[in-house]
């Protein structure tokens, strides 16, 4: 089976809350419209912060760390690939290469994009991941999301703001995701 790899770029790094210990890096397709959010940890959004802004340190950071053992092994870091999404944690693979032999990687996709901004290495997904996970941009500042992919809070703030809009088909539709992911979470 062939995949079909789009390219992203790294666009930004937002915090959620002022108080949240948890950072979304915004993907954006390199030659498109389409955006990823990807949950990261505070550590890799500070690595992800410091190589967007071209900042060195001192002493390496664990991204500078690995990339140095894959340079003394003899180990290219070709790009990274984001590969799945299960339970809304990206999965991803450092795509590379040893004396000639092709080796997947298998990485947290938040340590990923570090080590590809870090090593100047391309971030890929599979285009049908990509379709199915994407915010698409609807011109105006406004952003559109598959439901599968929000959160149960941010669904029942959607369904208020569609009930109080008079959607009853659409708030019937997401009445019913909250339904069965409730029913999911107490089996």
Same mark, same amino acid.
């Given at each position: 089976m062939k995949y079909m790899k789009v390219e992203l770029k790294v666009q930004d790094l937002l915090q959620r809350a002022s108080n949240d210990k948890y950072y979304i890096a915004l993907l954006r397709e390199k030659e498109g419209t389409r955006s990823l959010p990807i949950l990261v !940890? @505070?550590?890799? =959004?500070? =690595?992800? *912060? $410091? +190589? @967007?802004?071209? /900042?060195s340190t001192e002493r390496p950071m664990l991204h500078d760390l690995l990339a140095g053992m894959a340079n *003394?092994?003899?180990?290219?870091?070709?790009? /990274? +690939?984001?590969?799945? /999404?299960?339970?809304? /944690?990206f999965?991803?693979?450092?795509v590379c290469e040893q004396h000639g032999q092709a080796v997947n990687v298998d990485a947290r996709t938040s340590d990923a994009i570090a080590i590809a901004l870090h090593? !100047?290495? %391309?971030?890929y997904?599979?285009?049908?991941?990509?379709?199915?996970q994407c915010m698409r941009d609807e011109g105006g500042g *406004? +952003?559109?999301? %598959?439901?599968?992919? $929000?959160n149960t809070e941010v669904l029942r703030g959607v369904l208020q703001t569609a009930i109080e809009r008079e959607d009853y088909e659409l708030a019937a539709h997401l009445r019913d995701v909250i339904r069965e992911?409730?029913?999911k979470k107490s089996d």
């Open positions: !940890g @505070l550590l890799e =959004a500070q =690595a992800i *912060a $410091m +190589y @967007l802004k071209e /900042v *003394a092994f003899d180990i290219c870091i070709n790009e /990274v +690939y984001i590969y799945k /999404v299960q339970n809304g /944690v999965y991803s693979y450092l090593q !100047g290495r %391309p971030i997904i599979d285009e049908a991941l990509l379709n199915a *406004a +952003y559109s999301m %598959p439901i599968t992919v $929000m992911r409730e029913e």
